[in-house]
């Protein structure tokens, strides 16, 4: 029986990026398990303030609480299961479904910036711009207004999350509803991502 770690080879063609539902507070134990046996992994965090009684402390927080990225192939998910903390892929039903490239990217992008990132309550609704300049330039998301700026959403429909970025507006522009229905999948409705 062959224990060994998993070759650089399973990260390829045939890999797709999947959602792992954690055990609460398991995130960080989760990635590095993954990272031991080979796998490509992305947790997205984020710093925040917390108040204790005697001290207010900055720390560093999962943009998606209870969920780690994994890219693996399904025929290869064994070891991912096995991983301390993780419950499950997530999908529909029974059956894991991928999270979309773009959206990953977009993920990424935003983590790679430097801006200050926080959750964000997921939206169906609203409008589709891309970033014309900056630190997120070629991203596409969501515009929405809070506190006074204008920020990027970003969302991951498989966990129905998302995470926003503060923008400049004069770094945006809309995009047509038009043009997106032909780039993206129809059945999702807010897409976000990198375009070349």
């Known amino acids: 029986m062959n224990l060994s770690k998993p070759s650089s080879g399973d990260i390829g063609p045939l890999t797709s990026w999947y959602a792992l539902r954690v055990r609460s507070n398991f995130e960080w134990v989760v990635a590095e398990a993954l990272r031991e046996r080979g796998f490509e992994e992305h947790l997205p965090t984020y710093r925040a303030r ?3 009684s005697d001290r207010i402390k900055e720390v560093e927080l ?3 609480p209870g969920y780690v990225f994994g890219r693996f192939s399904l025929e290869n998910r064994l070891p991912i299961l ?3 903390g993780v419950l499950h892929i997530v999908g529909l039903g029974r059956t894991p ?12 992008a935003m983590v790679r910036s430097g801006a200050p990132l926080i959750p964000w309550p ?10 014309e300049r900056g630190p997120l330039a070629g991203l ?13 959403v ?6 129905q999350r998302s995470i926003s970025a ?9 995009i047509p509803v038009s043009k997106k229905v032909i780039q993206d999948r129809p059945e999702i409705k807010v897409g976000a991502g990198l375009h070349s």
């Open 62 to 64: 999962p943009l998606f």
């Open 50 to 52: 917390r108040r204790w």
């Open 154 to 159: 970003v969302s991951v429909n498989l966990l």
């Open 82 to 84: 096995t991983a301390p």
């Open 122 to 131: 997921f939206l169906r609704v609203g409008q589709q711009v891309a970033i």
């Open 140 to 152: 596409e998301g969501i515009l929405v207004m809070f506190k006074n700026t204008s920020r990027i």
């Open 97 to 108: 479904q991928p999270v979309s490239e773009s959206e990953i990217s977009a993920v990424q």
């Open 166 to 174: 503060e923008v400049e507006s004069d770094w945006i522009r809309p």
